[in-house]
C-alpha cells in the first residue's frame, strides 16, 4: 500500500500535470533550476510536516474545525520554511519570497490534509506527503531545466543562492547565447508547460497501450480518475471556504 501512495501522488495523481494544482508558484518560480530547487524544498518541507501532524491529531480535530486547523498547521511549518531560507539562503528568498509565503494557501497541500491525511494512519500520510512532493518536484526542476537552458543558454546556474559557495562551480554551458529568451517569461512559462504536460500525457497514454482501455485496466483508470477528481474537489472547495 505505501509504495502505490508514494507513486500514486508522484506520478498518477502528480499535483502539476495531473491535477494542475499549485500552477501559479510553478510557472512562476521555474525559470532556473535553483529557484525550483528553492519552492521545491519549502514545498515538501511544509508539505511533509502538514500531513504528518495532521494525520496525528486528526482524531483531536472536529470536522467543524477542519480548514481552520489545516491552515494554522501549514502556516506554522510555512514559517519555519520562510525563517530557514531567510537565514541560510537570503538572496535566494528575496527572489522566490512571495510564493515561499503563500505555500499556506496552496492547493496541492490544502488538498492532500484535506483528502488523504484527515482521513490515514501516519505512515501512509507521511508516504503520501513524499510522493506528493516528489511529484511537485519533478514538475517544478523538469520545467526549470528546459526554461534555464532555452533562456539562459546555461543549466545549474546561480546554485551557490541555495547550496553556498560549493555550487559556484556547477553551473553548464549549454548555448553561448540564448536560443529562446521568451522562456524566462511569463508567456513562455505557459507555453513551455503546457507542451511539457501534454509530452507527459501522451507518453503515460503510450506507456498504458490499448489493452489499458479493457478490462482491469479500464476500472483502474476509472478509479484513478474519480480519486484525482474527488482530490481537486476537495482541493477547491477548501480553497473557496479560505476566501471571504
Known sequence: MSNNDFSRGAIENNPAWAQLLGLCPLLAVSNSIANALGLALAS???????????????????????????????????????????????????????????????????????????????????????GTATGFAIALLA????????????????????????????????????PLPLALYPPGAFLLAGLLFAGVKALTAKQNGPKAEKGAGEGAEKETEQESNKETAAANGAMRNTNP
Request: glycine fraction near 8%; charged fraction near 15%; include cysteine.
Open 143 to 178: 520545467l526549470g531545466a528546459v526554461r534555464e537552458v532555452l533562456g539562459n543558454g546555461t543549466l545549474f546556474s546561480e546554485m551557490d543562492l541555495l547550496v553556498g559557495s560549493i555550487g559556484a562551480d556547477w553551473q553548464l554551458t549549454i548555448f553561448t547565447s540564448a
Open 44 to 130: 515538501g518541507f511544509v508539505l511533509l510536516g502538514a500531513n504528518t501532524s495532521i494525520s496525528l491529531l486528526r482524531k483531536l480535530i472536529p470536522d467543524v474545525a477542519h480548514l481552520p486547523c489545516f491552515v494554522l498547521i501549514i502556516a506554522t511549518f510555512t514559517t519555519v520554511a520562510v525563517m530557514v531560507l531567510e537565514a541560510y539562503a537570503f538572496d535566494l528568498f528575496t527572489r522566490i519570497a512571495l510564493f515561499i509565503q503563500i505555500i499556506v494557501t496552496n492547493c496541492m497541500i490544502l488538498g492532500r490534509a484535506e483528502a488523504f491525511a484527515s482521513r490515514q494512519p501516519v505512515g501512509r500520510a507521511i508516504v503520501d506527503a513524499l
